[in-house]
């Protein structure tokens, strides 16, 4: 594969400023390696950047949901409406709480939860609901905030995949009563090894969240612990890495923006032969991973690859047809936009690195293919 769809190669700009890190934090006369100076300014940063009255860094996206429905006080007989089309901690972290996770169906061409099926998804033992930014593009928030005051339950936005996105002038993560980051990785401030963050304006719900995140302690008197918690804490190597690569993220999100604009310009003449776009549009966008809706989805797969292109199916299958998550589905309700959009979404490379002529060739390939076949 010339253009993998995973790049193996994120990280060699900074490879020098990380091992500068190890060597500065790991002789540190203090020998603090979690939850010290560069997690407080790591936090610090994110918080001003989007403007939230706290942040918190924990131990993974995943964790930072469980420790926000917990902080919420969710539990046994609380129910949590996610969109049935995602990532696994979308149905696992109410699970892991004890609640059920309810499953709505998603939007069939932008792939997010959609407001009018959650709706008619509340009932009393409604706690929470947790929509999800997809791929390249933002829930529609303005409606779930309005359906969540509506009905007196609170809202956990899941902007995992959204940092740096922006909605009507309100940033990815400041929708929700709570939103939250990854940095896994591949996501679009992915560091080299696993890390979260709680986003909140809700200043006594991040003190619980910072409680629950070492232990149930509140941070000045060691060994009492107020809450039964977790170990889901932050690595002072990985808030150091992030630091020093934080002024330069505001470039590549530019620039998968431009990689993102680009392909659904081009892209937007195969409508009519089986191959869907995101909506055009510059508001609301992430550009996590583009993805497309193809009708022979496997075919354009095969098609990339015999040209040195990767592209990835992110979910074959609807959560509610997951093996783990299947006992949590309501008896014969249905979910036919994401079960379409587990058969035909397609992403194709986003990253930032990828030059112009990368860009283009990766177009023209999937051009050729609806045009050809
Ligand atoms: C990646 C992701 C998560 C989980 O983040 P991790 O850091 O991998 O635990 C949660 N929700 C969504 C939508 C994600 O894409």
């Given at each position: 594969m010339t253009l993998?769809?995973?790049?193996?190669?994120?990280?060699?700009g900074d490879r020098e400023a990380l091992l500068d890190i190890v060597e500065r934090v790991g002789t540190a006369p203090e020998q603090k390696f979690i939850l010290g100076e560069c997690t407080a300014a790591?936090?610090?940063a994110i918080r001003d950047s989007i403007g939230a009255a706290d942040?918190?860094?924990?131990?993974?996206?995943?964790?930072?949901?469980?420790?926000?429905?917990?902080?919420?006080?969710?539990?046994?007989?609380?129910?949590?409406?996610?969109?049935?089309?995602?990532?696994?901690?979308?149905?696992?972290?109410?699970?892991?709480?004890?609640?059920?996770?309810v499953f709505a169906d998603v939007d069939p061409w932008t792939m997010v939860a959609d407001p009018e099926a959650v709706t008619r998804l509340i009932t009393p033992r409604t706690k929470?609901?947790?929509?999800?930014?997809m791929f390249s593009v933002m829930a529609d928030m303005p409606a779930f905030r309005r359906v969540a005051d509506g009905a007196g339950v609170r809202l956990l936005e899941d902007s995992a995949v959204a940092q740096g996105g922006v909605l009507a002038g309100t940033p990815?993560?400041?929708?929700?009563?709570?939103?939250?980051?990854?940095?896994?990785?591949?996501?679009?401030f992915g560091m080299p090894g696993e890390g979260g963050m709680v986003v909140t304006d809700d200043r006594e719900l991040g003190s619980t969240v910072r409680m629950l995140r070492n232990h149930g302690q509140d941070g000045t008197t060691r060994f009492r612990h107020?809450?039964?918690?977790?170990n889901s804490r932050f690595d002072e190597i990985m808030a150091a890495f992030q630091l020093h690569r934080f002024p330069t993220l505001p470039?590549?999100?530019?620039?998968?923006?431009?990689?993102?604009?680009?392909?659904?310009?081009?892209?937007?003449?195969?409508?009519?032969?089986?191959?869907?776009?995101?909506?055009?549009?510059?508001?609301?966008?992430?550009?996590?991973?583009y993805s497309l809706l193809c009708e022979r989805r496997d075919e354009l797969h095969e098609f990339l690859a015999a040209r040195g292109i990767g592209s990835h199916v992110y979910y074959r299958n609807p959560l509610p047809r997951q093996p783990a998550f299947a006992p949590y589905a309501r008896p014969g309700q249905t979910w036919p936009a994401a079960e379409l959009a587990a058969r035909r979404s397609l992403a194709?490379?986003?990253y930032p690195h990828l030059t112009d002529q990368q860009v283009e060739r990766i177009a023209d390939a999937v051009c050729e293919f609806a045009k050809e076949s």
């Open positions: 993998p769809f995973f790049p193996v190669d994120l990280f060699d790591f936090e610090a942040a918190i860094a924990c131990g993974s996206g995943t964790s930072a949901l469980m420790l926000v429905l917990r902080a919420m006080d969710v539990g046994a007989g609380d129910e949590v409406i996610v969109p049935a089309f995602g990532c696994a901690p979308l149905a696992a972290a109410p699970a892991l709480v004890g609640a059920t996770p929470v609901l947790m929509p999800a930014h990815a993560g400041r929708w929700g009563d709570a939103g939250v980051y990854s940095f896994v990785q591949v996501k679009t107020h809450r039964i918690g977790y470039g590549r999100l530019e620039r998968r923006a431009w990689i993102g604009e680009y392909y659904t310009g081009r892209f937007r003449e195969l409508a009519g032969c089986g191959v869907l776009a995101p909506p055009s549009a510059s508001d609301g966008r992430c550009y996590y991973v194709i490379p986003i």
